[in-house]
Nanobody, 120 residues
């Protein structure tokens, strides 16, 4: 599975960004997809997941601000990020989840991710 995240950048606190992740080498439409992030000096953490049927789950830290969605025709998963905070600064990655359980691991290769930097 190849995963290419894009759409990151520098944004002021309170602003918005939309991340995209294009997947190839898998039957995308049947997969649970997840967005992760890794801040400097911290472990990678799961931010949001979406099932093949469109059911979503979010980390408490982003609930109400971030929205995950998918376009199966384009093999792409999105992360709309609104109300960005300084603590959202991180490299963001997408991956294929083993299942819809929040604790399930990612199963694909980690791509380079996309940097999101939130400034004050």
């Amino acid at each position: 599975v190849q995963l290419q995240a894009s759409g990151g950048g520098l944004v002021q606190a309170g602003g918005s960004l939309r991340l995209s992740c294009a997947a190839s080498g898998t039957i995308f439409s049947s997969k649970v997809m997840g967005w992760y992030r890794q801040a400097p000096g911290k472990e990678r953490e799961l931010v949001a997941t979406i099932t093949s049927g469109g059911n979503t789950n979010y980390a408490d830290s982003v609930k109400g601000r971030f929205t995950i969605s998918r376009d199966n025709a384009k093999n792409t998963v999105y992360l709309q990020m609104n109300g960005l905070k300084l603590e959202d600064t991180a490299v963001y990655y997408c991956n294929v989840q083993r299942s819809s359980k929040w604790s399930s691991p990612a199963t694909g290769n980690w791509g380079p991710g996309t940097q999101v930097t939130v400034s004050s």
